[in-house]
Each structure stands twice: as structure tokens, then as C-alpha cells.
């Protein structure tokens, strides 16, 4: 049974997460749902979900078909994307090439291979007390940051900052898993070429 701690972060972890959709949408080109396109790949954020005491999400990847023709190719071109997002902080917790088939209409079918990163969050790890404690000071002695409104799922001003804290921690997680495995798309591309 979820905690309500487990469930507000997981509100604001959505709205930390969709901010971050909304960036990208609105910095690259926009595609429907959660996905956007930059240099002939599609990113796709998922929403949050609350397991086990932790938040989990997923960023996927389409793997750019028309430059990578063959099968082993396709593996090959996952394999280095996967070691690049091994390496560094923000580790997913698992990478896997998936495969889409869609067929819209019921007379095409496309085939469609993913990079699939899953993330996880720890409640615990979305928050920092010491920063909560800094903030709320300033708040009590009118020094405070505008971004932080009372919120109406909080009964304190301290709890209001540790909601802000939350949604402001996924999305700049989630920016920076999301700018990893961009630059490893890129980085990889570029190898394909050169």
C-alpha cells in the first residue's frame, strides 16, 4: 500500500517530469504524446510511477533506422549507446533494445527499435533536509524564493519547500538522463559516419 508521502512525490515527480516534456517539446520538434524529435531521433518521457518506496520512469530512444540498415548494426549501435549510459552518474537501473511494431491503419506495419532506459528514484534521495532547512529560513525571513508557492498539498510552509524540492529534483534528473543519452545518440551517429 502506498505511503502518502509516496504518493504527493509522485504528483510532483509528474509535474517535474511533464515540465521537462513541455521543454523539450517546445526546444525541439514537437511530436505527439510525450515524444519530441532532435537530429532525425525520437525521445520519448514517460510518466512516473511509485514502486517500492521509489519513483521509476522511463526514456526511450528511437533507434535511427534509415542510417543504420542492417540487424547487427541495429545490436552494434545499441550495445555502444548501452555502454555509454553505463558510465558516469545517472545510471538507469536497466537499458534494453525493445521493438515496436505499429499498425495504425491495419494495412502497414512498421517496425520500430528502441533504446528503452529505465530510471529509479528513491523518495529519500528527491529531497535534502539540510536545503529544506536553508530555504525555509530564508522563507520565514521574507528572503525567499518566488518559485516556491505554498502548496495545497502540504499543511507547512517547510512541507510546501520539500514538494518544490521534489518536482524541481526529477526534473532536473530526468534533463540530465535525457541530455546522456542524447549526446550518446549523437556521439554514436557521428562514429557511424566518420
Same mark, same amino acid.
Given at each position: 500500500?502506498?505511503?502518502?508521502?509516496?504518493?504527493?512525490? +509522485?504528483?510532483? *515527480?509528474?509535474?517535474?517530469?511533464?515540465?521537462?516534456?513541455?521543454?523539450?517539446?517546445?526546444?525541439?520538434?514537437?511530436?505527439?504524446? =510525450? =515524444?519530441?524529435?532532435?537530429?532525425?531521433?525520437?525521445?520519448?518521457?514517460? =510518466?512516473?510511477?511509485?514502486?517500492?518506496?521509489?519513483?521509476?520512469?522511463?526514456?526511450?530512444?528511437?533507434?535511427?533506422?534509415?542510417?543504420? #540498415?542492417?540487424? #547487427?548494426?541495429?545490436?552494434?549501435?545499441?550495445?555502444?549507446?548501452?555502454?555509454?549510459?553505463?558510465?558516469?552518474?545517472?545510471?538507469?537501473?536497466?537499458?534494453?533494445?525493445? +521493438?515496436?511494431?505499429?499498425?495504425?491503419?491495419?494495412?502497414?506495419?512498421?517496425? =520500430?527499435?528502441?533504446?528503452?532506459?529505465?530510471?529509479?528514484?528513491?523518495?529519500?534521495?528527491?529531497?535534502?533536509?539540510?536545503?529544506?532547512?536553508?530555504?525555509?529560513?530564508?522563507?520565514?525571513?521574507?528572503?525567499?524564493?518566488?518559485? @516556491?508557492?505554498?502548496?495545497?498539498?502540504?499543511?507547512?510552509?517547510?512541507?510546501?519547500?520539500?514538494?518544490?524540492?521534489?518536482?524541481?529534483?526529477?526534473?532536473?534528473?530526468?534533463?540530465?538522463?535525457?541530455?546522456?543519452?542524447?549526446? *550518446?545518440?549523437?556521439? @554514436?551517429?557521428?562514429?557511424?559516419?566518420?
Amino acid at each position: 500500500m502506498p505511503t502518502l508521502k509516496g504518493l504527493l512525490f +509522485n504528483q510532483y *515527480a509528474t509535474e517535474g517530469l511533464s515540465a521537462l516534456v513541455e521543454e523539450m517539446q517546445s526546444k525541439y520538434s514537437a511530436k505527439k504524446g =510525450r =515524444r519530441f524529435n532532435d537530429d532525425n531521433v525520437t525521445y520519448e518521457i514517460s =510518466r512516473p510511477v511509485l514502486k517500492d518506496n521509489a519513483i521509476e520512469f522511463e526514456i526511450s530512444s528511437k533507434i535511427p533506422e534509415d542510417e543504420i #540498415k542492417t540487424p #547487427k548494426e541495429m545490436q552494434s549501435y545499441f550495445q555502444q549507446i548501452k555502454k555509454v549510459l553505463e558510465k558516469g552518474k545517472n545510471k538507469p537501473v536497466s537499458v534494453e533494445m525493445e +521493438n515496436i511494431v505499429w499498425d495504425s491503419r491495419k494495412d502497414t506495419e512498421k517496425k =520500430r527499435d528502441y533504446v528503452k532506459l529505465q530510471y529509479q528514484c528513491p523518495l529519500d534521495d528527491l529531497f535534502n533536509n539540510k536545503e529544506v532547512e536553508k530555504q525555509h529560513e530564508k522563507v520565514m525571513s521574507g528572503k525567499a524564493d518566488s518559485s @516556491i508557492t505554498d502548496s495545497p498539498s502540504a499543511f507547512t510552509k517547510a512541507g510546501s519547500i520539500v514538494l518544490a524540492n521534489v518536482r524541481d529534483s526529477m526534473h532536473q534528473f530526468g534533463r540530465d538522463s535525457l541530455i546522456k543519452l542524447m549526446d *550518446a545518440n549523437k556521439q @554514436i551517429k557521428a562514429s557511424l559516419k566518420g
